[in-house]
Each structure stands twice: as C-alpha cells, then as structure tokens.
C-alpha cells in the first residue's frame, strides 16, 4: 500500500466523494462541508498524514 501524505490524500479523497455524491445525491451538503473540515484541519497542521 502507498505512503498516505497531503500530496494524494485530497484527490483520494475527492475521488470517494465524488462517487459518493453520484450514488446519493442527498450527500452532496455534508460530503462537501467534511471535505473541507477535513483538508482545513490537514493545511493547519492538525492532522498528519
């Protein structure tokens, strides 16, 4: 298994989303706002992958 760092976890990330938002469009809102908790927390330092 590949080494997780910031530089493929937000296309990771982006690309589950994004076949989540496909499946189940009532998800969109929420995928979104964790998306960005989630690569905020990650910019800032507070999260290290």
């Keep these: 298994m590949p080494y997780l760092n910031l ?3 937000s296309p990771l990330l982006s690309l ?9 469009p009532k ?3 929420v995928l979104v ?3 960005l908790i989630i690569t905020g927390l990650i910019g800032l ?3 290290r992958f």
């Design 7 to 9: 530089r493929n976890i």
């Design 16 to 24: 589950i989303f994004g076949i989540l938002i496909l499946v189940n």
């Design 27 to 29: 998800l969109l809102s």
């Design 33 to 35: 706002g964790l998306y």
């Design 45 to 47: 330092g507070v999260l």
